[in-house]
């Protein structure tokens, strides 16, 4: 399809799991962005390429969430030894110009930690 | 550290009523301003976006909103709402040096016909 495509759509993970969340931007975008939105927040930012290189990851909020993009397109958010409060609506977004162009999101990963 | 306020979480209108929702935000430099809305069902989408020029500016379906700098506020408006602007909106502020868009908590429309 023409939009971002987020994989998978519900995870559901027992505490300690490492789980991965697929993003597969617009074609052609060289910006992609992660947030985390919990239940009746606004989203929060996580991290952000452009092309493969990660140029802000100040918003990962512990060493145990990982993001990677290594050919510029496709990117995997993973999350190791997940808790509960990992527990969130992970949301990718992609644009062709950073952060002043459109940001283009998808529909988001439901994680749910038990 | 930039934030953005919404003060609104629930707004019930009656269709044909008009709508405000406020958005203030707190950064001390030049910003970037954005609405976003949020469907049922749908992902986010752009709903309006202020970057310079006419602090006045219209947005898709009807929508408008206004950048008061002295008031550090960026509120939406539209004059007659639908029951299809049923939805979650939320304002987004960017820091021109960054490139993070640091969002509000949303606001919660429900247009009753």
């Known amino acids: 399809g023409a939009g971002v495509s987020q994989s998978p759509r519900y995870k559901v993970a027992k505490r300690g799991q490492d789980v991965a969340l697929r993003c597969d931007p617009i074609s052609g975008h060289v910006s992609l962005f992660w947030y985390q939105q919990a239940l009746g927040q606004g989203p929060e930012f996580l991290t952000y390429?452009?092309?493969?290189?990660?140029?802000?990851k100040s918003g990962l909020p512990s060493d145990r969430f990982f993001a990677e993009r290594p050919e510029g397109s496709v990117s995997t958010l993973k999350i190791q030894r997940t808790q509960q409060e990992d527990s969130a609506v992970y949301l990718c977004?992609?644009?062709?110009?950073?952060?002043?162009?459109?940001?283009?999101f998808g529909e988001g990963s439901r994680l749910t930690v038990l | 550290a930039q934030s953005v306020s919404q003060h609104n979480h629930h707004v019930i209108l009656s269709e044909a009523a008009s709508l405000e929702l406020g958005c203030n935000y707190s950064y001390g430099g030049t910003v970037n301003l954005f609405w976003y809305v949020q469907y049922p069902g749908q992902h986010l989408q752009l709903l309006l976006k202020y970057f310079s020029g006419d602090p006045l500016v219209k947005g898709i379906k009807g929508f408008e909103a206004e950048f008061i700098k002295s008031k550090f506020s960026f509120n939406l408006r539209k004059p007659s709402v639908q029951w299809s602007d049923t939805a979650e909106y939320f304002c987004?502020?960017?820091?021109?040096?960054?490139?993070?868009?640091?969002f509000g908590t949303g606001t919660r429309l429900q247009v009753f016909p």
């Open positions: 977004a992609s644009s062709s110009a950073g952060i002043t162009g459109e940001l283009f």
């Open positions: 987004a502020v960017n820091a021109r040096n960054t490139d993070k868009l640091i």
């Open positions: 390429f452009q092309n493969e290189a990660q140029l802000d």
